[in-house]
């Protein structure tokens, strides 16, 4: 565990690891577990919403023109570039959020990650890993609903990704969706019980 400065705010947890490991659904777990304690913070993002995926829901989709407006008024706390798109965090949301107490998830790629970090230095920070790039290029295959050049893109990046690891806090290697859920949940108990927060855990 990091040391982490008790200033009365929320924590801010960075949940970041290559494309199809698992995060969404791993971030959803906390959610359902530590609600209304922690929070997740909804990205925007320039990309067209996949099948099932509903506005302001999964993202908060826009158009690239509408992100470059927001960039130029600084209403990110970070953004990147990731396959071709922009995704970028709310600034808002996370500032709100923090000074109420509430502990806020972000699911972002590592380059927002190192951006957040700059910003916010006491973030914990957790990496999800798939048990094999073999396994991690099959997720992503079984997904399906990417282009072949997409899907390339994707691999291309998370070979570049899981370089990062050694700049995060805690790694966990999703092989067991279950114990994966289970590990992540302890790393989050660990940090809010140290607050006597209102988690269950
Ligand atoms: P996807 O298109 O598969 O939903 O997401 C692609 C990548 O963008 C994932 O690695 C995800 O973590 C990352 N991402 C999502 N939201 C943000 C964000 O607000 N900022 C940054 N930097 N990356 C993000």
Not at 7 to 30: D, E, Q
Not at 96 to 116: F, P, S, T, W
Not at 165 to 183: P, R
Not at 190 to 197: F, L, P
């Amino acid at each position: 565990m990091n040391s982490y400065t008790n200033t009365g705010k929320g924590y801010l947890f960075i949940v970041s690891g290559p494309s199809g490991v698992g995060k969404t659904v791993l971030c959803n777990a906390i959610v359902n577990r530590f609600a209304p304690a922690v929070v997740y913070s909804i990205s925007t993002t320039s990309r067209a919403p996949r099948g099932g995926e509903t506005d302001g829901q999964e993202y908060n989709f826009c158009s690239a023109e509408t992100f470059e407006g927001a960039i130029k008024r600084n209403e990110f706390a970070e953004w990147a570039f990731v396959h071709g798109n922009y995704y970028g965090t709310p600034r808002q949301f996370l500032t709100d959020n923090l000074e109420a107490g509430r502990h806020v998830i972000l699911n972002i790629d590592v380059q927002g990650a190192m951006k957040i970090r700059d910003e916010y230095p006491e973030a914990v920070m957790i990496f999800i890993l798939p048990p094999t790039f073999e396994e991690l290029e099959s997720r992503i295959r079984k997904r399906n609903m990417d282009s072949e050049h997409s899907l390339q893109h994707r691999l291309e990046n998370a070979r570049k990704e899981l370089g990062y690891q050694s700049q995060y806090h805690h790694a966990i290697v999703n092989d067991n969706l279950e114990m994966a859920k289970s590990e992540l949940i302890k790393i989050f108990a660990g940090y809010i019980s140290c607050e006597g927060s209102t988690s269950q855990a």
